[in-house]
């Protein structure tokens, strides 16, 4: 049984309880009532003899009073029943909004984590550069369909994870975007990938010539990225070795100031000096 059924059970019974006491407190009553008092009873009317004339006396007609409306016992109790089962569901509505209100999670604002830009691959420029020269050459379709396959080969040499409902295609390009890059050329390789390997249509030159450009700024723009790169890198090693280079002399040189000061004056030889 559900929470919510466990609830409506423990509300219900609370409900029947309570109606149980109610009615064993109570006297037993009839369920149709009488009056309490007799209703009036007519006098008969004397008639008068035949052989007399007399005046036509009008009839007279009683209505009995009513007695005045007591509800019955059995609608007081049901009434009463009634309520405490509305105050039971209330209570209990209430403890429900006070517990959630207890476990509410709090909420905790994390950070965003810094996130390193990978070195570019070496062998993601090589393929690229090698697709490019293939892409100049052979059937338009099957040289598109190598080159697209071939970046996604080498997009998992940089060790990013692949999410769980990431296509390959997604997934390159997400990889490749991690670097400053063209992202209307990249998608429009990854377009012309697609087109070319599920479509049934035949692919021209013009495609060829989409391919080619689309790849010659993607390496450009890779290229660009690893110089960077590489020059960062060669600044922060310089940076270090200089840094050690430093601390090395500071050390040579206050180990030379150490020696100067322990030696004796000039001119005077130890304790013969006067």
Same mark, same amino acid.
């Given at each position: 049984?559900?929470?919510?059924?466990?609830?409506?059970?423990?509300?219900?019974?609370?409900?029947? /309880?309570?109606?149980?006491?109610?009615?064993?407190?109570?006297?037993?009553?009839?369920?149709?009532? $009488?009056?309490?008092?007799?209703?009036?009873?007519?006098?008969?009317?004397?008639?008068?003899?035949?052989?007399?004339?007399?005046?036509?006396?009008?009839?007279?007609?009683?209505?009995?009073?009513?007695?005045?409306?007591?509800?019955?016992?059995? &609608? !007081?109790?049901?009434?009463?029943?009634?309520?405490?089962?509305?105050? &039971?569901?209330?209570?209990? %509505?209430?403890?429900?909004l006070l517990v959630a209100l207890a476990r509410r999670p709090h909420l905790t604002v994390h950070e965003e984590p810094t996130f390193t830009v990978p070195l570019v691959p070496a062998e993601l420029l090589e393929a690229a550069r090698e697709r490019l020269r293939d892409l100049e050459s052979g059937e338009p379709r099957n040289a598109i369909v190598a080159a697209w396959l071939d970046l996604e080969g080498s997009a998992a040499a940089t060790g990013l994870p692949r999410l769980p409902a990431e296509t390959s295609t997604e997934y390159t %390009?997400?990889?490749?975007?991690?670097?400053? !890059?063209?992202?209307? $050329?990249?998608?429009? &390789?990854? %377009?012309?990938?697609?087109?070319?390997?599920?479509? /049934?249509?035949?692919?021209?030159?013009?495609?060829?010539?989409?391919?080619?450009?689309? &790849? $010659?700024?993607?390496?450009?723009?890779?290229? $660009?990225?690893?110089?960077? @790169?590489?020059?960062?890198?060669?600044?922060?090693?310089?940076? @270090?070795?200089?840094?050690?280079?430093?601390? @090395?002399?500071?050390?040579?040189?206050?180990?030379?100031?150490?020696?100067?000061?322990?030696?004796?004056?000039?001119?005077?030889?130890?304790?013969?000096?006067?």
């Amino acid at each position: 049984m559900s929470r919510r059924g466990v609830q409506l059970t423990i509300a219900a019974g609370a409900v029947v /309880m309570a109606a149980l006491v109610v009615a064993s407190t109570g006297t037993p009553v009839p369920l149709l009532v $009488r009056p309490s008092a007799p209703l009036p009873t007519i006098p008969p009317v004397p008639t008068a003899p035949t052989s007399v004339v007399t005046d036509t006396v009008p009839s007279l007609t009683i209505t009995p009073t009513p007695a005045p409306f007591e509800p019955s016992p059995i &609608l !007081v109790a049901f009434v009463q029943i009634l309520l405490v089962g509305t105050v &039971l569901v209330l209570l209990l %509505a209430l403890v429900r909004l006070l517990v959630a209100l207890a476990r509410r999670p709090h909420l905790t604002v994390h950070e965003e984590p810094t996130f390193t830009v990978p070195l570019v691959p070496a062998e993601l420029l090589e393929a690229a550069r090698e697709r490019l020269r293939d892409l100049e050459s052979g059937e338009p379709r099957n040289a598109i369909v190598a080159a697209w396959l071939d970046l996604e080969g080498s997009a998992a040499a940089t060790g990013l994870p692949r999410l769980p409902a990431e296509t390959s295609t997604e997934y390159t %390009a997400r990889v490749i975007t991690v670097w400053a !890059v063209d992202r209307e $050329r990249l998608a429009d &390789l990854a %377009a012309l990938y697609r087109e070319a390997r599920f479509s /049934m249509h035949s692919l021209g030159e013009e495609h060829r010539a989409r391919a080619i450009g689309d &790849l $010659r700024v993607l390496i450009a723009d890779l290229e $660009r990225v690893a110089d960077e @790169q590489a020059r960062a890198h060669a600044a922060e090693a310089g940076a @270090q070795a200089g840094a050690r280079v430093g601390g @090395q002399a500071g050390a040579r040189v206050g180990g030379q100031v150490g020696v100067r000061s322990s030696a004796p004056p000039a001119g005077r030889s130890g304790p013969e000096a006067r």
